[in-house]
């Protein structure tokens, strides 16, 4: 029996930077395939080829199946595969980091892990969530006050500028028909911004589950990740949807959504963000200065004194100075 394929893992420079892909995918009610190095959509239609390398996530709607050799190319290729329910209210996700340095998770490790720093990153989150604000030496609690009020009036300020009407915040997870036309919009764009985050946080290879607001679930990084432009960005376009009628609001608001992420290019921002809230330059400490961009493919071994070493050499009688 032959193997599904004999091409070898692409290397991170042969792979397009998360910043530059398309913010997602949405597909359902057909059949992923491979092709070469693209997946294939068939469908009553016919066969859409659609280039794996350039998805930052591939939403599996309802109706869809998947093939292994799929699966094989999204997760070689770093795209995040994000399984969603009816109407987009179940999330499953995975994929493969377009990194191969961990300095990246190292540095979120090192400041989520010291608790006066985790609160400074919860911080500088707020601060870009809410420009104008001064969240210097706010507490927890603050910064927990300062989001609901500044959601409210988001939500208020967006049901002005577009006419819908809205009551307050509601969210039914085993009906999503239950809730009104801007809270379905607003369903079915925290979904997609997840999904968007997942794909970032993957593929810059840092830990979903070490978050600095959110804390005790699996993608805790992701929701605080996919959190800083919900109101610049998945709430606007949810109140756009809505505003076009009660009809179809899910999928009216994925479209507005990607549209809004790919013209105010969020995925680049994405990255520089969590590289600046994680103070990461592109260099570990006791490596000499040694740089880990994504490029970086090389395995050390730690030593004394944070001291790094070549991988692959057997230190048994020389000296590692």
Request: neutral net charge; proline residues 3%.
């Amino acid at each position: 029996m032959t193997t599904v394929s004999k091409r070898g893992t692409s290397s991170p420079r042969e792979l397009n930077r998360v910043g530059d892909r398309l913010s997602f995918v949405y597909l359902e009610r057909c059949t992923v395939h491979r092709d070469d190095n693209a997946i294939t959509a068939t469908d009553a239609d016919g066969v859409t080829h659609i280039p794996s390398a350039t998805i930052g996530a591939l939403l599996l709607g309802p109706g869809t199946r998947v093939t292994h050799p799929a699966m094989s190319v999204l997760g070689e290729c770093g795209a995040a595969a994000v399984w969603v329910g009816e109407h987009g209210v179940r999330f499953y996700a995975g994929g493969r980091a377009l990194t191969r340095s961990s300095g990246l998770v190292e540095a979120q490790a090192m400041a989520w892990a010291d608790r006066r720093s985790r609160l400074e990153v919860a911080r500088a989150m707020y601060r870009l969530r809410f420009p104008g604000e001064d969240t210097a030496g706010r507490t927890r609690q603050q910064l927990l006050s300062m989001e609901g009020r500044r959601l409210k009036e988001c939500y208020r300020r967006e049901s002005a500028r577009t006419g819908v009407p809205w009551k307050r915040r509601e969210y039914h997870r085993d009906d999503f028909s239950a809730g009104d036309a801007p809270n379905q919009g607003v369903t079915a764009a925290a979904q997609c911004m997840y999904g968007v985050a997942h794909a970032v946080v993957a593929a810059l290879g840092c830990s979903p589950g070490l978050g600095f607001v959110h804390s005790g679930h699996e993608r805790s990084f992701v929701l605080d990740v996919a959190d800083l432009y919900k109101t610049e960005v998945a709430i606007p376009a949810a109140f756009d949807a809505a505003a076009e009628g009660v009809e179809d609001v899910a999928s009216r608001t994925r479209r507005a959504l990607r549209d809004r992420i790919n013209k105010t290019g969020l995925l680049d921002r994405c990255v520089r963000d969590i590289k600046a809230l994680l103070d990461y330059d592109g260099t570990r400490e006791g490596q000499a200065g040694a740089e880990e961009g994504p490029d970086s493919d090389r395995m050390t071994l730690q030593s004394d004194g944070d001291v790094h070493v070549s991988g692959g050499r057997n230190y048994g009688d020389e000296p590692i100075w």
